[in-house]
């Protein structure tokens, strides 16, 4: 299987600091992901590193390697949150340590799936003393996802088992699930700095999406728009990237301040910013102490991490191993996603306590002990509403055979729960197709936005194209459902029709002093030519005007009715177009065929305007085209359409 046909895979280092992890990362991928001076000096690593590597069979990997230093958790916990699978590297000398335990337990709670055991520094050992060495981490690993992964022994400094390390990271790296590449753009940047000459550059891995140069991505939680103006991956520069690559974003027109501890790159409109979340919170066995109602606690949500108030919303405290349904009240907004897993720590001293995963990402206040909270809360993480909500959340526009598929529910269950929802006020139905409230409103918005900008960059049009309004709206959003988006926004008053165009309310085409002689000067000349006019290149030559500055002037001509197009090249004057319907409903009116000779010389023009003309009106269906001939079909009354 070729390369480029295998899914990207993440992988992230986890262990104790000084067992080596940075030593095998170098060792496999020729990268020394320390970058810092203090690093270099103090040989330990502080912020993320990064590498890439192939493997074996081909498939590209991005290597994660992340501090082992207590007082770096929340730097591990940034790095580990996008992984795919884990090298938990022991040192052979020292064995497993507390970071090596409090790593796995934030693996345990960032539902981490897969990953190989790493005995590190076997050079340093005796042989014998290994197999008490692997004992002892696989006692440590009893009950977690690594308990059945495999172990490989290898020296970093030796370059002792690193072939089968690698033999074994493509084995385990065959059946990841693969990330959703067609899902909504989500990038949690785990770095940002600015390059001279090109402006800000982002980095993190991109969690779901296929990212492309070009479009236009929202930074959250600011609410700014930037384009992608250049992709690199491991520094290569490229057109697209997936969901399972590390890459670097160069973003036009954004500034380094939009981008605060955990900000998110993401597909406009699509994610909630939020300072409430509703979550499933489980409390490790090994917490010191019960967690209390309102406790404050330290919350890690991807690459964000934030304070948050526990609000228990079934009990007054939380003992240790138990968990419970809950709200996190934040300190400031952050993006998070249904479906996220978090970890908490201790507020003081600070320490790994717990985690747990996001039921609602957007969730309103809620009073405690109350059976209706709770069992919505409930629906959200196992019954069928909850699955019904998750999967039109990644459909974004869906339909009820899609929904089918994604959810496993029987049609007539699917219908119920869809009647419900939309009779709530959680979801809506557009047509055939059935969307999130909250997405709807966006999408409005986000129309009404783009009709503003369209407009403010092209201050001659009388409106936007309903197709150039919807290229910014996912391609699953069927044109039925966006004509009643559109529908919804006239009633408001948010927008208004004129003709097939369609402008805010109080929008009035701009014509500045220069335009308008211009106008004038083109206008005169298809007035003055009438029939015998030139086609519009040679219009535009003969006026000597730029055809770039001069299309907007032909396009408001044409909307203010002056003009008429009858193909890309002819361009009549109204008047000369009325002469020339006027000579045609005339002669039917006494004969019942028409060929184009008797046409160009009815008006006295050329062949080739006479042929536009009679073409133009095949597809009014003012007439219809027989052989070589032209007869009448549903030619105007008054000879004036």
């Not at 799936?113 to 290994?130: H, S």
């Not at 008429?564 to 361009?571: G, I, Q, W, Y």
Request: hydrophobic share 40%; charged share 25%; proline share 5%.
């Amino acid at each position: 299987m070729k390369a480029t046909h295998l899914r990207p895979v993440i992988v992230g280092t986890a262990g104790h600091v000084d067992h080596g992890k940075t030593s095998l990362i170098q060792a496999l991928t020729g990268v020394d992901t320390d970058r810092l001076k203090q690093e270099k000096e103090r040989g330990i690593s502080i912020e993320l590193g990064f590498a890439p590597l192939q493997l074996p069979d081909g498939r590209p990997a991005g290597v994660v390697d992340v501090p082992g230093h207590e007082k770096f958790i929340p730097q591990m916990l940034a790095g580990a949150a996008s992984i795919d699978l884990v090298l938990l590297v022991v040192d052979a000398g020292e064995g497993v340590m507390p970071q090596t335990l409090e790593h796995l337990q934030i693996l345990q709670l960032l539902e981490i799936k897969r990953g190989i055991l790493v005995i590190n520094k076997i050079d340093l050992v005796e042989e014998d003393w290994l197999d008490i060495v692997e004992e002892e981490i696989r006692e440590q690993v009893a009950g977690t996802f690594l308990a059945a992964a495999p172990c490989c022994r290898v020296s970093a400094r030796k370059e002792l088992g690193l072939e089968r390390l690698l033999e074994v990271l493509a084995e385990t790296a065959t059946d990841l699930p693969a990330r959703d590449s067609a899902g909504p753009v989500r990038l949690p940047v785990d770095r940002c700095f600015s390059i001279s000459g090109f402006g800000t550059v982002v980095t993190g891995t991109l969690v779901s999406g296929t990212v492309r140069t070009g479009e236009r991505l929202e930074i959250l939680p600011r609410g700014k728009q930037a384009r992608v103006r250049e992709l690199q991956v491991h520094g290569q520069r490229v057109d697209a990237a997936e969901a399972g690559q590390r890459l670097a974003i160069n973003l036009a027109g954004a500034e380094r301040g939009w981008f605060s501890s955990g900000a998110l790159v993401a597909s406009p409109h699509r994610f909630a910013v939020t300072e409430r979340i509703d979550v499933r919170l489980q409390l490790l066995a090994e917490a010191p102490r019960p967690l209390k109602f309102r406790d404050p606690v330290h919350i890690h949500l991807g690459t964000a991490r934030a304070v948050g108030r526990v609000v228990l919303l079934e009990a007054d405290s939380l003992e240790p191993g138990n968990s419970t349904l809950a709200q996190i009240v934040l300190d400031r907004p952050l993006a998070a996603w249904r479906g996220d897993p978090f970890v908490i720590r201790s507020y003081s001293p600070v320490t790994t306590i717990g985690g747990g995963r996001v039921l609602d990402a957007a969730a309103p206040k809620h009073r405690r002990f109350r059976p209706g909270v709770l069992e919505r809360i409930q629906q959200l993480e196992n019954g069928s509403t909850g699955a019904v909500l998750h999967a039109t959340e990644q459909l974004q526009a869906a339909r009820l055979r899609d929904l089918e598929r994604v959810t496993g529910l029987s049609r007539e269950m699917l219908q119920q729960n869809l009647t419900d929802l939309t009779a709530n006020g959680e979801l809506c139905k557009l047509g055939e197709q059935w969307v999130e409230k909250r997405l709807h409103k966006a999408w409005l918005d986000q129309l009404v936005e783009r009709c503003a900008e369209l407009l403010a960059e092209n201050p001659l049009a009388h409106g936007i194209a309903r197709a150039t309004l919807k290229e910014g709206l996912p391609q699953a959003l069927a044109l039925r459902s966006f004509d009643l988006l559109l529908n919804d926004l006239q009633r408001e008053g948010r927008l208004q029709a004129r003709g097939d165009l369609l402008a805010l309310p109080d929008w009035k085409p701009q014509v500045s002093a220069r335009q308008d002689e211009l106008l004038q000067r083109i206008r005169q000349r298809f007035e003055q030519q009438g029939l015998q006019v030139a086609n519009r290149n040679q219009v535009l030559e003969d006026l000597r005007l730029n055809p770039t500055e001069a299309e907007p002037l032909i396009t408001y001509l044409l909307d203010e009715g002056e003009l008429v197009k009858l193909n890309s090249e002819n361009l009549l004057a109204k008047a000369a177009y009325r002469q020339a319907l006027s000579s045609l409903c005339e002669y039917f009116a006494v004969e019942e065929e028409l060929t184009l000779a008797q046409y160009r010389d009815l008006i006295g023009g050329g062949r080739k305007l006479a042929q536009a003309l009679l073409e133009y009106f095949d597809a009014c269906k003012y007439t219809r085209r027989q052989g070589d001939s032209r007869v009448a079909w549903n030619l105007p009354v008054s000879g004036q359409g």
